[in-house]
């Protein structure tokens, strides 16, 4: 197909940021060289998404921004904020896709979602129809989760696995109880730490 070479190579990385650690900011690295991304960005869920402790968007929002400061391949998409419902999988999607039409997306989850994925709402149109760069979670192996399930695996294709990543098995959880219990000793980067500090986060 001509013009394809033209495509810009973006991904898409969701979550809830609460708060962004070093291991997403390494992890975001590693998938922008090793996919060979143009640009990826962080989308953070809104308000409306069930969580416990999560604090406000804008504060996600703005750590995030803070931490893409760093890298001029990283951004921040604020297509999911002052949202005033839960968004499904497939709504940030189609959102996503209408915004960049003419780009090579790619969304990137952890395998415990892969796993998970086949139970989601629409789970057939987001498999067939998008492709997603797996990231190494926990004890969860890849290659059987789309072995034993036969609508991942007729798309296999859409799947590309993101080789033993260190910095998988960081979680926010831990960072948010080490700052409520006054332990810095934590994953997170130095202007993102001087934020939480300066807005009393957690």
């Known amino acids: 197909m001509q013009g394809d070479q033209h495509m810009s190579r973006y991904g898409f990385f969701g979550g809830s940021f609460n708060p962004p650690t070093k291991a997403h900011y390494y992890l975001a690295e590693k998938v922008i060289e090793t996919v060979n991304l143009d640009k990826l960005f962080f989308v953070p869920v809104g308000n409306y998404y069930k969580k416990d402790g999560l604090v406000d968007e804008k504060y996600r929002y703005e750590m995030l921004k803070l931490m893409c400061s760093k890298n001029e391949k990283m951004e921040v998409l604020d297509i999911e904020l002052n949202v005033h419902k839960q968004l499904k999988a497939i709504d940030a999607f189609k959102m996503i896709k209408y915004k960049y039409p003419k780009d090579n997306l790619y969304y990137i989850m952890g395998a415990d979602n892969l796993a998970k ?48 990543n260190e910095h998988s098995n960081t979680s926010s959880t831990d960072v948010r109880n080490k700052i409520k219990s006054k332990d810095m000793n934590i994953d997170i980067l130095d202007e993102v730490q001087t934020y939480i500090k300066e807005n009393r986060l957690y």
């Open 117 to 164: 994925i086949s139970k989601w709402e629409s789970s057939e149109e987001l498999i067939k129809n998008f492709k997603f760069i797996i990231l190494n979670r926990g004890n969860y192996v890849i290659e059987d989760i789309i072995k034993n399930n036969s609508l991942l695996l007729e798309h296999k294709n859409n799947f590309i696995e993101l080789e033993n």
